[in-house]
């Protein structure tokens, strides 16, 4: 776990956001939400919670996905993506 994501953790944890289970899942952070969540409601105000709360991490920034599910529903949000993530071309 590097610092970055450890930071975002204790930082979200510390929200005591209710029925939020946070947890590192690799190099990412899982979101686990309760099931009559919906998982794309909290995704739309996601980027402007994360702003906010991003004021409060001083440790240097890094690429950071968050995994957002329930039991119905998955979605993913990337905080400081690389030129990989941004790279959305498909050759179809």
């Known amino acids: 776990m590097n610092a970055y994501q450890q930071k975002w953790i204790d930082l979200l944890s510390s ?38 709360m991003s004021l409060d991490i001083t440790v240097p920034k890094e690429r950071l996905k968050f995994v957002l599910q329930n039991g119905h529903e998955h979605n993913e949000y990337i905080l400081n993506p690389t030129d990989a993530d941004l790279n959305t071309a498909r050759n179809d």
Request: proline residues 3%; charged residues 25%; hydrophobic residues 45%.
């Open 15 to 52: 929200a005591q956001i209710k029925n939020w289970n946070i947890s590192a899942i690799g190099e990412d952070i899982l979101i686990e939400l309760s099931d009559d969540t919906r998982v794309t409601s909290v995704l739309e105000n996601l980027p402007e919670v994360i702003a906010a």
